[in-house]
């Protein structure tokens, strides 16, 4: 399995500039993320998706914009690229809590490897 | 709702020598808590979680972890530190009740290891 995956790597945008970050997982998570990681602020939630068709706002929503049209792919969009969004993006999945015998177990989330975007 | 604060976003150690990276938790429900270890440009990985039982959780590599409800603290350590060890290290939690599995992060501790 290759896990959580993310595309691309690297990218540097102009500013005003869109453009749409891939995420896709092989394990069959209903849970996907997008964090945005920047120095001395750790990771903070952009939007998240609880299953095919579904996306809700996370901490730091503002400027962004996701699709999740296939439980394996979750998709972040920026329309008009700023310099404040210059960031470390990360993607993450997770398993749907599942009960085990008589207590809930919390299920972590995954990680991609990340994209580092640069806006001029 | 939940925060995480870690102390000390910098930690420097001898090889060798123990490990303890501090991370106090607030939430209004019983916590998830976990522990992730980042290696240069690379993504979060986990170290190791508390979800219910016992209070001390072990953890890959050589971590564990313990659960304080009264302090509430869940503080990383290590008996002997590696330079493999050198990493980032993030604290995160999540409410029992929490939907989606979301998780609340530390900003963070950079542990260097030194010789």
């Known amino acids: 399995n290759a896990g959580v995956t993310q595309t691309p790597k690297f990218r540097v945008l102009k500013t005003g500039q869109s453009m749409t970050l891939l995420c896709a997982q092989d394990?069959?998570?209903?849970?996907m993320y997008w964090y945005r990681q920047d120095p001395g602020m750790g990771l903070r939630l952009i939007h998240y998706s609880v299953g095919e068709g579904t996306t809700a706002k996370g901490e730091v929503p503002d400027g962004y914009n996701v699709s999740r049209l296939k439980k394996q792919n979750f998709l972040l969009g920026l329309e008009s690229a700023a310099p404040s969004q210059t960031s470390v993006y990360f993607c993450?999945?997770?398993?749907?809590?599942?009960?085990?015998?008589?207590?809930?177990?919390?299920?972590?989330?995954?990680f991609g490897p990340g994209t580092r975007l640069t806006v001029l | 709702a939940q925060s995480v604060t870690q102390l000390g976003s910098h930690v420097s150690v001898s090889e060798g020598a123990l490990v303890l990276l501090r991370c106090n938790y607030s939430s209004s429900v019983p916590p998830y808590l976990f522990w992730y270890v980042q290696y240069p440009n690379q993504g979060l990985q986990l170290l190791l979680k508390y979800t219910t039982g016992a209070t001390l959780v072990k953890g890959i590599n050589g971590f564990e972890a313990e659960f304080k409800k009264s302090e509430t603290s869940f503080h990383l350590t290590k008996p002997s530190a590696h330079m493999s060890d050198a990493a980032e290290y993030f604290c995160a939690v999540r409410g029992a009740r929490e939907g989606g599995n979301k998780l609340t992060f530390g900003t963070g501790t950079q542990l260097k290891v030194e010789l």
């Open positions: 394990m069959n998570h209903e849970y």
């Open positions: 993450a999945s997770s398993p749907e809590r599942v009960r085990d015998g008589h207590s809930a177990v919390g299920n972590e989330q995954f």
